[in-house]
């Protein structure tokens, strides 16, 4: 009996190694993305969004003078359809980096925002797009990402929506 007991868990055992290694291969194939938007205001971070499709965490955090950074933040599963209709925008449209920022008066940053997709390249560190039309397409791209995010967000805080 106990020698029956024996085989039972080692079979158990390797039928669990070889369904968790399936699990692992069929993650990484799978397209994801992550996003990031800061927003400066006197070179000191006022507002960071950011998202992350393998999380599904879409956060927003804002900073108060007397409190320091304030956080909400929402799940925003997106599907591996939603994420490759915004892959599949990238390609068609090919700008030629995925990092996109606005300056103002003597070349002063106020925004920097970054999609990668598969974190195969540190977008962050890539220069940002000169080109508008290059900003231009990066923008249809993240307004892509923002129609599957907002109607989520909206619902759970609708007051930052009012007046707007």
């Not at 220069?127 to 307004?143: G, H, L, T």
Request: aromatic share 14%; net charge positive.
């Amino acid at each position: 009996m106990e020698n029956k007991n024996a085989i039972f868990k080692t079979l158990f055992l390797i039928l669990y190694i070889i369904n968790y290694q399936s699990c692992i291969a069929q993650k990484k194939g799978r397209l994801y993305l992550t996003y990031k938007d800061i927003i400066y205001d006197n070179n000191v971070i006022d507002q960071i969004k950011s998202y992350n499709s393998k999380t599904g965490i879409y956060e927003v955090k804002e900073f108060h003078n007397s409190d320091g950074y304030k956080s909400k933040s929402i799940i925003v599963n997106l599907t591996e359809k939603n994420v490759k209709e915004i892959y599949d925008l990238y390609l068609k449209l090919r700008p030629k980096n995925l990092h996109n920022c606005v300056f103002i008066n003597n070349n002063k940053l106020i925004s920097s925002s970054t999609i990668s997709f598969n974190k195969n390249k540190n977008t962050e560190s890539q220069p940002c797009n000169i080109d508008w039309e290059d900003k231009e397409k990066y923008d249809k791209i993240e307004a892509k990402l923002y129609e599957f995010i907002l109607p989520t967000y909206r619902l759970k805080y609708p007051n930052d929506f009012v007046g707007k």
